[in-house]
């Protein structure tokens, strides 16, 4: 990753967390709620929420809020987690994109699927609006929308290839996954496959868990995604044979 992609760094979190902080407001009254979201390929962020929810009686009234995302602290103190908070506007998704946004959420949040059908639920996309990135202990760096959001093109070129990359890695590169799950990620052993492609990273799962690899850089096609797979397949193997190597 360049240094100065920040726009690439938040959405890294974006699309890592699986849960944030949800910030609405009623009458001026400040409100802030834990949310399970995940993330769109052009990074629209997807929450599935019930109407019964104080979140969601706000965003109704309200569509303006903000959700904070927050990674691992760096040492002891909370203040050095990179976290970045996303502005935007909330909106039901329209009917005609459920069905494909709603599974894109579950692949991400496999354990509600015991709930996710339930008739108080539906599922919410923020479109965002800009961003503050806090890289760190003192680091923070506006983004306009333009700065934090993905390339378009490369969105739409690996929503057209996504399908296919996936069946082909899960049908022949299970080993593949497994070296990147245990050897990259730390995962620990499982029966990993690809459930989510986009132009920043990948999604990986064994049952209800659910893990994140980010590519070194944002990628734009299926070749991208290709060959940071290979890197991170070497790297995965690597790690591991070092571990199992005698001393």
């Not at 339930?118 to 599922?123: E, H, N, Q, T, V």
Request: glycine share 8%.
């Amino acid at each position: 990753m360049a240094a100065a992609d920040h726009g690439f760094e938040a959405r890294c979190l974006v699309r890592a967390a699986a849960s944030a902080t949800l910030a609405t407001s009623m009458e001026g009254q400040p409100f802030a709620s834990l949310v399970t979201p995940a993330s769109a390929p052009d990074l629209s962020i997807l929450m599935l929420i019930s109407s019964l929810s104080e979140h969601t009686r706000h965003l109704r009234a309200e569509p303006r809020c903000a959700l904070l995302f927050t990674g691992t602290p760096e040492s002891a103190n909370p203040q050095t987690a990179p976290r970045v908070t996303v502005t935007g506007l909330a909106e039901p998704v329209p009917d005609a994109d459920v069905t494909a946004l709603k599974a894109r959420w579950l692949a991400r949040h496999p354990y509600a699927a015991l709930y996710a059908d339930f008739g108080d639920f539906a599922l919410w996309r923020v479109r965002p609006g800009g961003a503050l990135l806090v890289g760190g202990f003192a680091r923070a760096t506006r983004l306009r929308v333009a700065d934090l959001l993905p390339d378009a093109t490369a969105v739409a070129a690996l929503a057209a290839s996504e399908a296919g990359i996936i069946e082909h890695v899960n049908a022949d590169h299970a080993d593949a996954l497994s070296a990147i799950a245990e050897g990259v990620l730390g995962a620990g052993a499982g029966a990993w496959r690809m459930t989510a492609v986009d132009p920043d990273g990948c999604d990986l799962s064994s049952g209800e868990r659910v893990i994140r690899l980010s590519w070194p850089a944002p990628v734009a096609d299926a070749d991208g995604v290709r060959r940071a797979l290979i890197l991170a397949t070497r790297e995965g193997r690597a790690a591991i044979n070092t571990e199992l190597s005698p001393e």
